[in-house]
């Protein structure tokens, strides 16, 4: 396999700053040992975001993905969540883990649920986050979402979001206890593929403890209109046996840090009115 390490550098860089070119410099002897070490048959890379770099590949256990970060913390506390949530058998399988690599499970079709044809229904969605939910222990988070939270609000203020109405949703929110679980925290339909009959499962987790309505969030806030919006809150949350005023929250405070991130005029419109209870 070529591996183009200029541009893997140049998409780490954002994240590591120039140790991405030098970390780069080491991926070709990294690849090889773990194929050595694991037994493997490495395939094509499969494009990834700017913590990793990911690729197909087969080994004793059969069809697998390896993945390889700069970050060995982030990747170490990755495998720890995954097998946290392992019993729900909504996530991927953790094959092996070593020195800033893991070899997971490759989930089939593993199409991402944002590029479904059809979306998943609020029933197979409440399935899916009770599943995932009940299998973790949120003692062992790395996080609370109190601390997440905080993280999400400074990065979109970085990109001009006005966050006034949000944070006192979030006070209020947080100001009444409430069931805590350990969430997977990073739940967009971009971290959610289809299992066939497996049904949904979950990837890249930033697990933290927290109130379970948080992680329904993206799949409300999903609908590209606020009707769709609405009906998918409220649907979703009878199927799930959550509250529906605090999920109705939750999508208020995180819906105008949705509308920086997303690239549709309309969708981020329809977003920013949603924030501000405009149903």
């Not at 990834?48 to 197909?56: A, E, H, I, K, L």
């Not at 044809?117 to 939910?133: C, E, G, N, S, V």
Request: glycine share 8%; net charge negative; with cysteine.
């Amino acid at each position: 396999m070529t591996l183009d390490l200029e541009t893997i550098a140049n998409r780490l860089e954002p994240r590591f700053g120039k140790a991405a070119h030098r970390w780069a410099g080491t991926l070709p002897q990294r690849l090889t040992d773990l194929v050595a070490e694991w037994g493997l048959d490495l395939g094509e890379q499969l494009k990834s975001g700017n913590s990793s770099v990911v690729f197909r590949c087969t080994g004793p256990q059969g069809e697998a993905v390896l993945k390889l970060s700069p970050d060995s913390y982030a990747v170490r506390e990755e495998v720890d969540m995954l097998r946290q949530f392992g019993p729900s058998g909504r996530v991927p399988v953790v094959l092996a883990a070593a020195r800033g690599a893991v070899l997971l499970e490759s989930i089939r079709p593993g199409t991402l649920v944002e590029k479904m044809a059809q979306p998943p229904t609020p029933a197979d969605y409440a399935d899916f986050l009770t599943d995932l939910h009940a299998a973790g222990d949120p003692a062992a988070a790395p996080r609370q979402l109190t601390d997440w939270i905080d993280v999400l609000f400074n990065s979109a203020v970085r990109r001009g979001a006005d966050l006034a109405g949000s944070k006192r949703l979030r006070d209020d929110l947080f100001a009444v206890p409430t069931e805590t679980v350990l969430l997977h925290g990073d739940l967009h339909l971009g971290n959610v593929l289809s299992g066939g009959a497996r049904g949904l499962v979950a990837i890249d987790p930033m697990a933290c403890a927290g109130d379970p309505c948080f992680d329904a969030v993206d799949y409300v806030l999903e609908g590209l209109e606020r009707a769709e919006m609405v009906r998918r809150r409220d649907e979703l949350a009878a199927a799930a046996g959550i509250d529906v005023d605090r999920l109705d929250m939750w999508c208020r405070v995180t819906a105008p840090i949705g509308a920086t991130y997303v690239s549709n005029p309309a969708h981020s419109a329809e977003l920013a009115a949603f924030g501000r209870g405009e149903y």
